[in-house]
């Protein structure tokens, strides 16, 4: 099936412990599409300024990402981001952001990209999420969000989350947006609006999924080589519905979701090895097989009966 994100597409600069870099291609969109595109033909929409040009299209193009919908605004610059991390990369700090095109940003869906039978709505206002959605002919859809939209924009985010099949948000944000501090009643809350899956994506601490037959979860790949974190869970995301979109069966059966787990987890921990999307670009199908399997090895155990003392 062919997959559509819809998002941020981004220069980003970029300091943590280990280097810094002043011009990173990124965006959730990027991200995202990168990771999906090990999976399924992946399809971008995000608006771009004059000085996004070749050398980007280059390394999207090379992942066989289709390009055909992203917006040039002439005159204009593409969305900017600077941030540092400390040496607890759990900590980060906003030092820079430019929204420039991505102000005025009102998607718009190509016939192709409205017949995707898989469609991913990134972190953008969620009203412009509910408008994409309403173009799409998706057989599935899941979105991300933001702190910010909980806070500025709920009710509009709540209506938005009652038109998806997924929700991947951070656990704390499922937290918030509910206000239930605990993660399975604030999940189950998230449920109760209207999805069939949520996803609670807790970092160094790996990922749950709630539905309403039970709950998943997988920890973190256990990578030591932790580089710069920037849109790891966006491409968490891509893996996750890019394994979705790659199976035919229609919908999305509890053991598919599982996997996609797997495959979202892998995804995550190779983009957090290298900055931007460095390492994203030399990973090859080989090395995500390999974790996934190193994932299942070391997230398995044997529920052998023992004899419990009363």
Not at 188 to 200: E, I, M, Y
Not at 238 to 254: H, I, L, R, S
Request: with cysteine; aromatic share 8%.
């Amino acid at each position: 099936m062919t997959l559509c994100v819809v998002g941020s597409i981004a220069f980003d600069a970029v300091e943590t412990e280990t280097g810094k870099r002043d011009r990173l291609l990124g965006g959730a969109a990027v991200h995202f599409s990168m990771a999906a595109s090990f999976f399924a033909e992946t399809r971008v929409i995000g608006p771009v300024g004059d000085d996004f040009g070749e050398e980007e299209y280059a390394v999207l193009h090379a992942r066989g990402v289709i390009t055909d919908d992203i917006e040039h605004v002439p005159g204009g610059k593409t969305f900017f981001w600077s941030g540092r991390y400390e040496r607890d990369v759990n900590v980060r700090h906003t030092l820079q952001t430019d929204l420039n095109v991505f102000e005025h940003f009102e998607p718009k869906l190509s016939a192709d990209s409205r017949a995707a039978e898989t469609l991913f709505l990134a972190n953008i206002q969620p009203d412009l999420q509910r408008a994409v959605r309403e173009q799409s002919d998706a057989r599935f859809t899941a979105l991300d969000s933001m702190n910010l939209w909980i806070d500025i924009a709920h009710d509009s985010l709540v209506r938005t989350i009652g038109m998806v099949d997924c929700v991947i948000l951070n656990d704390g944000e499922i937290r918030q947006l509910t206000d239930e501090p605990n993660l399975v009643r604030a999940a189950r809350a998230v449920l109760d609006l209207g999805p069939r899956v949520v996803v609670a994506k807790r970092g160094e601490h790996g990922a749950a999924m709630y539905t309403r037959e039970g709950v998943f979860g997988l920890p973190a790949y256990p990578t030591a080589d932790v580089v710069d974190p920037t849109g790891a869970g966006d491409s968490f995301a891509g893996g996750f519905m890019g394994c979705v979109a790659a199976d035919d069966g229609g919908e999305p059966t509890d053991e598919l979701l599982r996997t996609a787990m797997a495959y979202g987890t892998a995804l995550a921990s190779f983009n957090v090895e290298a900055f931007g999307t460095e390492r994203v670009q030399t990973l090859t199908g080989g090395e995500i097989a390999g974790r996934v399997e190193e994932l299942e090895r070391i997230s398995r155990f044997e529920a052998a009966p023992l004899v419990l003392r009363a």
